[in-house]
Structure formats: structure tokens, C-alpha cells
């Protein structure tokens, strides 16, 4: 196992009607300043019982986060918070919103010049944050729990990501009932999002730590289990809760402790979405099968291991037990009809170029192992045509 | 699933040679008071680890706190806290000690008359303590990343828990070489300890929860794994990190996270300890199958889960397949040299008779469904004589 820190202090508040007790997590003297996106949240009822629940607050309202947060829009916000003196932003929505607030809240204290540099430095120049925290409407990309952001800049299609232990929200308020309205893509999009999560930091090799591979094979089992039952017409709401639980669980840093991890998936899923506006969850099933049989050798083993305990394939070596862990997490999202190959989206070998284009200005080197560059990156996405 | 709130903020910190780190994890102007056991750190090199690392701190020690630490050594370290004016508790050790410092770090900061109220409270008379932080040296009780802490009074055999989050470690250094020099039944003690921790908050009955299930079959599934390379002569790095961090894991909170719990068996065991002097986890391995026996009705779902994910018993139907998972248990223990009978103890029905007394005094209803009174705790253990 390699050494590791952890610290996760966010304060999960997960069951019906919790929301009501966001009035309570917030100290009576703090000035709010109420974060959400397209509007979704006055029709499904959250709106409203939010202003209920912080009746006796002080509150300042900021709406218009668009899906992937736009830079501007942040700069919009930090600039009306300033203005209002707030003292706690209070994100409500999905994984954009509240990554939209990670990062205006980071920008609300930085002392440099240009706050794109929070995103350019990855981070690493955040050494304070406004406090913040959130109530969740849209179960994926585990924002909730975690210090990680994803902000887009328009002007040059960019789609970078930040990560700092200042922005971990104060407190993440899960009520599986808000995602009774969600359309079915989006819960068909959470779902397969936790799924690759967990998979950038368990398909890789082996550092002797079987109890967060084991952590790690709980998320996935736990999907695969209760797909069919988020995704069913009638909302169960025992699946929803395991689905927001599941979707936490999958990148709040546990399954990370001490072991290696790729990230190659999300790195290239990004770009596509930069450019082709494919949804993030979306570009991820796309790219995941092609990044595994790209990295097979490298991978092998612990592919072989998921398909022995996740779909309890027992013949052949562990080079076939591979190959069947592949197939069974490429049927897994097309079960829950997600698509998987860039042709579903119109995305040709130009498309392909493009991203290349990109990567080769970067000059990054992607995977566990730093071994995929930019002519890898075309040949996994020329696999997924 | 039951709603939840969770709210772990402990610094964990897991590796070769972390203990060094303990210097940057205490600030430059705290002055430190750094408590201890019986000395066994002086004989492993970890009392020098840690002189050295504080060597820029101004710092004052406290040795002697006893196995199942008692309210009297307790209160002789508040004393002495308050007269040199100390900033942060720092408990190098295992559970005993770790526990007695939570307990000192609520009662330096009491303002009622008699600290033991903080016991006989369950720790609801807690509303602040002094920052603590642990060096841990024997994985077991889990104390390093919970609010929990046990505590004896000699004068009248009795043993006590609290819980307060006013007492969750700051920061908790895990070591995994400290675990080197333990003697083979202080590990096989851990092993037991973090088995049945796991078992209290999963062999219930179902509340639809199946990531909590899983996420606690995977401390339960690798520790059993583990267990011959953690008890074997040579030390093995890996198991004895995987160990620490499944201690960890199976007690601090996050696998009891909206599901049913019982402690019915460390209730009972408790009381085995404070008459009999038998080690908590000796006592666990004799009471639990003993509840799962008389519960049977209540926990055979769970218990032939188990069987079925743990050990593959796929035969019979689901009261075989339970039964069978608590043979398998007991078998488990055994094979690392657990007994599990109150014979082993030459504990006899005069010894029973005691521990019946003591619960029929208190009138305590123990057990998911309360129905477990003195006479059934008498039941229990006479099934285990």
C-alpha cells in the first residue's frame, strides 16, 4: 500500500426533507448567497424550500450556472458577492453548480492577478476560500464530498480542473426525493459517472490494498445492482438514496487512499466534451473501454479481478477474465442505454484530430505509468470511432 | 435506507516513518502534552520517534495510563494539564490510551461538578474538549477516527463509554511498522476487535442499504484474507497497513451510516471485562456468536448474506446458510487462536450470575429490538460457558 493522507471534513446530511435543516447549518449572522443553475429548481419545488428554510437569513440570489461553468459566469458572481459583503455560498444543483461555487469561492479570497491561474496552477496557488456548502439536486460527479472542480473558459474552449482542500464544502445536504424529477438521461449519466470514478482509481495495477479494492468493488456492485431500479419510471426511494450515497462514495477520496490511480479517461472525456459538447458522463463511456484495451497489459489483472468478483466470471486465464471485464462494462452502460462509441455523436476522424491537436500543444503525458501521449490519445479515440 | 448525518473530521495520516510528520501537524506554539502507556513505546523506539519529532515544542509527558484506562489516572492527567497550562492532548498508543485522552481532553474543558457525569451521560454533557491528537500502536478499537472512548472505575468494577464529536482526533498518525514488536495476541486481539466492530452494525436486519452492506463486507472479507500474513512471524508491510486501515475503517462511522446497529455483544462483553479482566476482544469472541444464536430470527438475513458473500456457502436455504455463517465466524476466530467459550476463562454460572446482576440492576434493554433484558443476557451466556 502507498502512503497516504486523508481529511475529509464535510458534514453529510442525507434523507428525506433535509434540505429544511440547511437554516441550521448556517449560522444566523452568516449572509448567504444562494447559487443554482437553469431553473430547474423552481419547478421541482427545491427552490422554494430553500428560501423556506432560510427564512430568517439573509440572502442574496445568483441563477444562470450554465451546465460545464462557464468562467465568465464565476467572475460574475464573484463580483456580486463581493459587492453584497456575503459571508457563505450556499450551491444548489448538480456537479456544475457546485463546481461553479468551489471555484468562486476560491476566487473570492485569492490575493493574485488573474484567477485563471487557480485553474492553470491546478490549484496549488488556493490558500483560502470563502466557506461553502451545498444541497445536492443531481447525483454524478461526487462534488459534494470532494475538493475537486471543472470550470470551462468559452473563448478558448478550454475545460480545465482545480482541487484544493480550502474548498471542501462546510456541509452537503442529500435528499433522495429532489431526484425524483430528474430526466432519465441524467440519472442514466450519474450512474455511469460514479461507475468510471470508481474505475480511474481501481483499474490500474496492483499496490497490495485489498481493502479499497474492495471499497472500491462495493460502488460499482451497488450500481450495477440498483440501475434498474433508478432508472424505473415509479421513483424507489431506497435506490435513490444508495444512488446518492454511491455517486459520494465514488470520489469523496476514500477509494484513492494509497493506491495508484489514471485519470487517462476523464483527461481525453473532457476534451470531447470541450469541443463536441458531448455530456460529461457520456464522453467517459465513450473513452473508458478504449483507454482499458489500449493499457491491457498494464491493466490486466485488476480488469480480470473486476470481472471475477463484480460478474463472477470464473473461466479462462486472466488475460480472457480481462477481456470479459471490458465486454461486461461496455454491456453495463448499454444497459442503461448509454452510448459508447464517438459515431453516436456525430464525431468523426476530424474530430479525432482536434483533440490530438490539442494534446500535442500540451505535450502531457497521460496514465499510471505517464505512457500515453498525444498519437496514443488518436489511436484510443480511432478504437472508439 | 434510515437517514443519516456524517461527519468524520480526523486528519488521517498512513505510512512509513509518518510519525516524524508529527511535528508540522502541531503548531509551532502549542504546548504539547504527550501521554502514554506502560512504556512499551520506550522498548520500540516510538517514545524517541516522537521526543524527536516534537523536539521544537515545549512538552510535557504523562506515562502510565492502563489497559481499560481508569477514571482516577484520568483525572490525575486533567490535573496536570491544567497546571502546565497544556494546548493539545497527544495520546501515543492503542485504544486504552487513545480512549482515556478523549475522556481527559472532554473533562479539561467541563464546567460541571463531577467529570465522571461525563460517563454516566453518555457524553451528552459534552459541548467542547481540548484539541487531542493520537499516534496509533495497536490497531483495534478504531478510536483513532471516531468520537468514541471507554473508560473503568476500579472502585466499582464498572466500565463506561462516551461519545462526543467534540473528541474526534484532530489529526491520527497510522504507522503500520509500529505494528512490529506487538506480541501475536494483541494482533490476533485487533483482528477479532475490528471483526465483531464491523458485525455490530451489519448483522441486523436490512434497510435496504446495499452499499453500507458491501462497504462492510469489505473490512470483514480483508481482514479474514489478511489475517495469516498479519499473524505471521516475519512482518509483512502491506498486511500490517491493511490491517490498520481496516481497523479504521470498521469503526468510524461510515459503514453504520444509515443502516440498524446493535452492540448488544460489546454491552455484555463490557461487563465480561470489568469482572473477569478477560482482554474486549476475548470477551467479543465469546458473546457473539452467543447473540447471533439467540437472535437467530432477527439476523438471519443478514448472517446467510453474509455466509453466501463471504465464505461462497451457496447450499441450503437461507437459516442453513445463516448458521453456517456464524460456524464459518467462530471458525475464523479459532483459526487465529481465538477461544470463544467463558470456559476458556474459567468464567463459570457464579461469573454468569454477576454479569446478570449488573444488567438487571441497570434494566437496560439491549439489541436492535430491545428485547434483550438480563435474563436473556443470562441466556446468552450460558450458551457460551
Request: glycine share 8%.
Amino acid at each position: 500500500m502507498n502512503d497516504f493522507e486523508y481529511h475529509n471534513p464535510v458534514r453529510i446530511v442525507l434523507g428525506k426533507g433535509t434540505i429544511a435543516r440547511v437554516g441550521d447549518l448556517v449560522a444566523p449572522s452568516e449572509k448567504v448567497m444562494f447559487l443554482y443553475g437553469g431553473g430547474s429548481i423552481k419547478k421541482n419545488g427545491v427552490y422554494g424550500q430553500v428560501v423556506d428554510a432560510l427564512a430568517k437569513h439573509e440572502v442574496v440570489e445568483f441563477a444562470g450556472i450554465e451546465p460545464n461553468p462557464r468562467y465568465r459566469t464565476c467572475m460574475k458572481a464573484v463580483e456580486m458577492a463581493k459587492q453584497n459583503g456575503v459571508d457563505l455560498l450556499l450551491a444548489v444543483g448538480g456537479g456544475s453548480v457546485l463546481d461553479a461555487v468551489k471555484f468562486i469561492a476560491a476566487a473570492m479570497t485569492y490575493e493574485g492577478k488573474d484567477p485563471w491561474k487557480i485553474l492553470t496552477s491546478h490549484g496549488s496557488v488556493v490558500n483560502s476560500a470563502m466557506p461553502l456548502g451545498t444541497i445536492l439536486t443531481l447525483p454524478a460527479t461526487g462534488s459534494e464530498m470532494n475538493i475537486n472542480s471543472v470550470i470551462s473558459r468559452e473563448s478558448t474552449d478550454e475545460k480545465l480542473a482545480f482541487g484544493s482542500p480550502h474548498v471542501y464544502p462546510r456541509f452537503s445536504i442529500l435528499d433522495p426525493e429532489v431526484t425524483y424529477t430528474l430526466p432519465r438521461n441524467q440519472l442514466r449519466n450519474g450512474l455511469v459517472d460514479a461507475f468510471v470514478h470508481v474505475m480511474e482509481q481501481y483499474a490500474t495495477h496492483s499496490v497490495k490494498s485489498p481493502l479499497q479494492d474492495r471499497q472500491a468493488e462495493a460502488v460499482v456492485k451497488t450500481l450495477i445492482e440498483i440501475a434498474p431500479a433508478v432508472l424505473a419510471e415509479e421513483p424507489d426511494y431506497d435506490a435513490r438514496a444508495s444512488f446518492m450515497w454511491c455517486t459520494t462514495q465514488a470520489l469523496n477520496g476514500l477509494i484513492g487512499c494509497g493506491v495508484v490511480q489514471d485519470w487517462t479517461t476523464h483527461m481525453i472525456g473532457h476534451e470531447l466534451t470541450a469541443f463536441f459538447g458531448v455530456a460529461h458522463a457520456e464522453s467517459l463511456a465513450i473513452v473508458l473501454p478504449g483507454v482499458w484495451e489500449h493499457q491491457f497489459h498494464n491493466k490486466q489483472g485488476k480488469l480480470a479481478q473486476l470481472a471475477r468478483r463484480t460478474w463472477h466470471v470464473t473461466s479462462g486465464d486472466e488475460a480472457s477474465q480481462a477481456k470479459a471485464g471490458i465486454e461486461k462494462t461496455e454491456a453495463f452502460f448499454h444497459s442503461v442505454d448509454m452510448p459508447t462509441r464517438l459515431g453516436d455523436y456525430g464525431i468523426d476522424e476530424a474530430g479525432i484530430r482536434k483533440v490530438v491537436d490539442r494534446f500535442t500543444k500540451r505535450q502531457a503525458l497521460l496514465g499510471e505509468h505517464q505512457n500515453i501521449n498525444a498519437q496514443e490519445v488518436g489511436a484510443i479515440l480511432e478504437s472508439r470511432l
